[in-house]
């Protein structure tokens, strides 16, 4: 059984930074993606950030690019630091993991991922 657990979500002024953690366990699949969506207030649930495990290979939504790093460690966690942060990032964010290889169109889509974690927020004031 596959479970997410995410933590390290708060309150921080606009400019600080928060760093996200995914714990996953009952990942035993030879390959798979995991990702980090957002969902603020009356808003869709948004692509931010996935990694691939296999290789690393890391891809991230305009908004976020060059603020925030998604990264994994051997403990099958993964991480996502975020700097520089604004007010529109505050949002409740997911972690999400899908098995087997995706196309970038469909790592981008919340609908393609088959586990989720139940959300840590984080609020960015100004």
């Known amino acids: 059984q596959v479970q997410l657990v995410e933590s390290g979500g708060g309150l921080v002024q606009a400019g600080g930074s928060l760093r996200l953690s995914c714990a996953a366990s009952?990942?035993?699949?030879?390959?798979?993606?995991m990702g980090w969506f957002r969902q603020a207030p009356g808003k869709e649930r948004e692509f931010v950030a996935c990694?691939?495990?296999?290789?690393?290979?890391t891809y991230y939504a305009d908004s976020v690019k060059g603020r925030f790093t998604i990264s994994r460690d051997i403990a099958k966690s993964v991480y996502l630091q975020m700097n520089s942060l604004k007010p529109e990032d505050t949002a409740v964010y997911y972690c999400?993991?899908?098995?087997?290889?995706?196309?970038?169109?469909?790592?981008?889509?919340?609908?393609?991922?088959?586990?989720w974690g139940q959300g840590t927020k984080v609020t960015v004031s100004s």
């Open positions: 990694i691939r495990r296999s290789d690393g290979f």
């Open positions: 009952g990942l035993t699949f030879s390959t798979y993606v």
């Open positions: 999400a993991a899908e098995p087997g290889g995706m196309s970038i169109a469909t790592m981008k889509t919340p609908g393609k991922y088959d586990y």
